[in-house]
């Protein structure tokens, strides 16, 4: 019995500490209240199931033996350093896991009295029924995967994603100039991301056509020396089995949640977004870029404009250094009718990045169009042309 007392006490504090770990990663960095009151809920239904063993709580201190543990002095060498918050995360999730199913079996062990089977509150995640301790304890395991699952996406993909300055999306039927010249000379004229957007593509054609551009961009970037993005509009399945490395989805497109289930955290997800409601909503679904606009008025997306009051409300909410009350600082990239003449105007509200389409595509000069657009973001934005690199999705 003294055996079994020490690995449920163990067990209870490895499992306590997880989920303290995981809160707080929910609360002070991804801003996740959903997430966190789930944990916060698990964590009381944690202490209920420790009651229902019907073990005096300082039986377990009185048989405590940390001095003796044979475990304390085994280390690894993946348990010294974290990469980001988001492995702390996941870490502290798998050891809150192991904790329980070592509690749940301990538990098995243990002849309870008939007195400690009450009746689950109302507020437990895991069910109102009188159940055995060892099955309370599977049933909060069976909660914490589901919590795991959603603190991991409200994170977005592994990677991070690059706060890209300039994002060509690239229609064949756009193009004054063979669709292939204009990605080529786009990258040339520093595009650092090139989306494909082809509505009216039978999925085979549309994978060839997605496979010729990474496979372009790819090879540009290696003689220029620097990354280039590719992202694929709508399909999921055609940017994985393409290698791009992300996917942009419209408001009527998959969720976030959904596409993370076909791609997991392979691919960058890109949403668009045309007010601060959906914005929020993109975060808080783990979006890893944001498309805000529209700008200015368009030929390819007629639509009312979000203009540049938007652009600064997402800035102010999501943007570096931001205190807006989004979960975590998410790149951004305004789209919509966007000029060399009027980029200067986003450049001064702190944009950092654009993405346009129908200028560069339909330019007999796109590389031209490009340097010019490049120059108004760059010249009109001095305060912000320092913090072009890197943005972090909430990943460190």
């Given at each position: ?225 620097r990354s280039v993005g590719v992202v694929i509009n709508d399909r999921v399945d055609i940017a994985v089995l393409s290698g791009a490395d992300g996917v942009h989805l419209g408001q009527g497109d998959l969720s976030v949640e959904d596409a993370r289930k076909l791609a997991g955290a392979s691919l960058l997800i890109g949403v668009s977004t045309h007010d601060v409601h959906e914005a929020r909503k993109a975060i808080d679904d783990g979006a890893d870029v944001c498309g805000v606009g529209a ?102």
């Amino acid at each position: 019995m003294i055996q079994t007392l020490r690995m449920i006490d163990a067990s209870l504090n490895r499992c306590r500490e997880g989920l303290r770990v995981m809160e707080d990663v929910a609360r002070f960095a991804l801003n996740a209240e959903r997430v966190c009151e789930r944990l916060k809920k698990l964590r009381h239904t944690l202490a209920e199931a420790e009651r229902s063993l019907g073990v005096d709580w300082t039986r377990l201190l009185a048989n405590r033996d940390t001095p003796g543990d044979v475990g304390t002095g085994i280390k690894t060498a993946s348990e010294g350093s974290r990469t980001s918050l988001r492995e702390v995360a996941i870490a502290s999730a798998k050891r809150a896991a192991e904790a329980l199913r070592s509690l749940e079996e301990s538990a098995k062990t243990i002849s309870v009295p008939s007195s400690a089977f009450a009746k689950v509150v109302d507020s437990d995640p895991v069910g109102r029924s009188a159940i055995s301790p060892a099955r309370r304890f599977e049933l909060i395991r069976y909660e914490l995967y589901d919590i795991e699952r959603d603190l991991a996406l409200t994170f977005g993909s592994a990677g991070v994603c690059p706060q890209w300055r300039l994002c060509v999306l690239i229609t064949e039927s756009l193009c004054a100039k063979p669709w292939m010249h204009v990605a080529r000379e786009a990258i040339r004229g520093g595009a650092d991301c090139l989306q494909l957007r082809e509505k009216n593509l039978d999925g085979r054609e549309l994978l060839s056509r997605a496979r010729e551009l990474v496979r372009l961009a790819r090879e540009e970037a290696a003689a220029l020396g620097r990354s280039v993005g590719v992202v694929i509009n709508d399909r999921v399945d055609i940017a994985v089995l393409s290698g791009a490395d992300g996917v942009h989805l419209g408001q009527g497109d998959l969720s976030v949640e959904d596409a993370r289930k076909l791609a997991g955290a392979s691919l960058l997800i890109g949403v668009s977004t045309h007010d601060v409601h959906e914005a929020r909503k993109a975060i808080d679904d783990g979006a890893d870029v944001c498309g805000v606009g529209a700008m200015f008025s368009t030929s390819t997306k007629p639509r009312e404009t979000s203009g540049v009051a938007y652009l600064r409300q997402y800035l102010s909410m999501a943007g570096p250094g931001a205190n807006g009350g989004a979960a975590r600082c998410v790149p951004h990239l305004a789209i919509g009718g966007i000029t060399p003449e009027n980029v200067g105007e986003l450049a001064r509200a702190g944009c950092l990045g654009i993405a346009v389409s129908s200028v560069v595509c339909g330019s007999h000069d796109p590389r031209g169009v490009c340097e010019a657009l490049l120059r108004g973001l760059v010249d009109s934005g001095k305060a912000g042309a320092g913090a072009v690199g890197s943005v972090s999705s909430g990943h460190g």
